[in-house]
């Protein structure tokens, strides 16, 4: 074998050393122009395949530096050596400092509080699942960063979720083919994260608990009905609920989030003169019924706090509570006859076909209805391009404006 050749196994070990992981990594993580690729299958399988590729790389490498290293010259071996250096730096960004499950950790411990012992600020925003009586709230500025935690609420298992680069809060049951599961974040995807589960190895969209790749490719998620409210609301509800705290070891992390549950992209533009411009991080309150999707802007909507609006056959009512971050969105039939709102001057809501008084639970307080609860529809906050991404057919509520179709941002 001629020097050349032999130089070029070293050279194609490093390739393989470097190049994969690489690839990888950008492929994963939020790079400039990585997300918007159709590359989730080629990254699920190019994981599969670094670790054997580096292998691979090391093998021949190695077999270069005992057999030939010392034939070549001192610049010759200067450069290998910092070759060699390079590839134990970039093994450490894209294994170590950047790898998503070890830059978003699972909290160390999952503790919860009552009302009384409780340390979160009741003007966070939570994820809030009740069953069989129980009532559990996970604040948004922990799951931010965590993205996922594993818990149960009563009886019932359940992996709460929220990815902040779509702004999409989501509860499954980690329950897949009869066996629980325990999720690793991968990355993301489209600017959603992705996870793992054990057993299959799928990887699954947060924002849609549908298996992209793998195994169970097509199957969903089942998902866990939540809400999405202020802390206040929800202790108003629930008062008896267990409120997720802090993990101290994660202090700096949950700083970052700092006003993320509260305060809009919009509002944080300087150079955006017309805050009631539809961006990409614009909020929106999207519902999915029927094979009908539908989002509703959020500025807009809390102009006027509630909606009376339709999707399909089903009536609906959306509003946002004088917080500016508690929704509801509810089936606006009763008895089988729909009914219409309205809000008055000190915030009283009532029905225009019997004037009864509802509240902001969707019960009725007093008059004809007296007793009656509308039926709480799923629905989400996100992020504009988020919703449009995963929800391609929608319709968007902009003001009194339906746009039927909206170019992507």
Known sequence: MTIKNKNRLFWLGIFLLLIPGLVHAYLLMPFPGSQNLEAITVSYYLEKMVLPLRILGCIL???YLISFFNQDTRNQKAWKLVMLFICAGIYYVT???YKAEKMFEEPHSVVFANALQ???PQGYVILGVVHNGVAKAYPLI???YHHKVQDNVGTEPVLVTYCTMCRTGRVYSPVVNGKRQNFRLVGARHYNAVVEDESTGTWWYQATGKAAVGELKG???KEVNYEQTTLEAWLRRHPGSLIMQPDRAFANDYADLKNYDNRQPVDKDSLLKNKDSLIR??????????NKEKAYEWRQLYKQQI??????KTNLLIGIEKDSLTFHVWNSTVNNKPLH?????VGIISDTETGSLWDWDGFCTDGKLKGKQLTTVQAYQEYWHSWQHFHPATKLWHGNNVILHVAKL
């Open 118 to 120: 409780n340390k979160v």
């Open 61 to 63: 490498v190695i077999w």
């Open 95 to 97: 294994d170590v400092q």
């Open 281 to 290: 991080k614009s909020w929106v309150i999207g519902v999915a019924l029927n």
């Open 219 to 221: 199957a969903s998620l």
């Open 341 to 345: 709102f309205n809000l008055n001057s």
């Open 142 to 144: 922990y799951l931010g």
């Open 307 to 312: 909606l009376n609006d339709s999707l399909g």
